[in-house]
């Protein structure tokens, strides 16, 4: 079965960073592209960012600049180092690995990480 397995979140001040993992496991890893995504309450889920199998890579404006997202397939992980963090980034943060590609239920999903930005 596939599992995504997040860590990481947690609370920081303004000005702070968090670090994001996501370990993959029950798929072909380095095949899938990776994203994280993220949902406030009250809002509709949007996608952060997003790195394929080859290694391109694409963000919402919000977060150009201050925000990576980088592969390590030995590990099956995909990571999100969030820099200058601002209350604006408070939400709960999803891994997704997207294999539609391959069949159209390859679409996995993690069970969010909490990211708190306050002072």
């Known amino acids: 079965q596939v599992q995504l397995v997040e860590s990481g979140g947690g609370l920081v001040q303004p000005g702070g960073s968090l670090r994001l993992s996501c370990v993959a496991s029950g798929l072909m890893f380095r095949v899938y592209t990776m994203g994280w995504y993220r949902q406030a309450p009250g809002k509709q889920r949007e996608l952060v960012a997003r790195?394929?199998?080859?290694?391109?890579?694409n963000y919402v404006d919000s977060v150009k600049g201050r925000f990576t997202i980088s592969r390590d397939n030995a590990k099956n992980t995909v990571s999100l180092q969030m820099n200058s963090l601002k209350p604006e980034d408070t939400a709960s943060y999803y891994c997704?690995?997207?294999?539609?590609?391959?069949?159209?239920?390859?679409?996995?999903w993690g069970q969010g990480t909490q990211v708190t930005v306050s002072a």
């Open positions: 790195i394929t199998s080859g290694g391109v890579t």
């Open positions: 997704n690995a997207d294999g539609t590609f391959i069949r159209r239920e390859f679409d996995y």
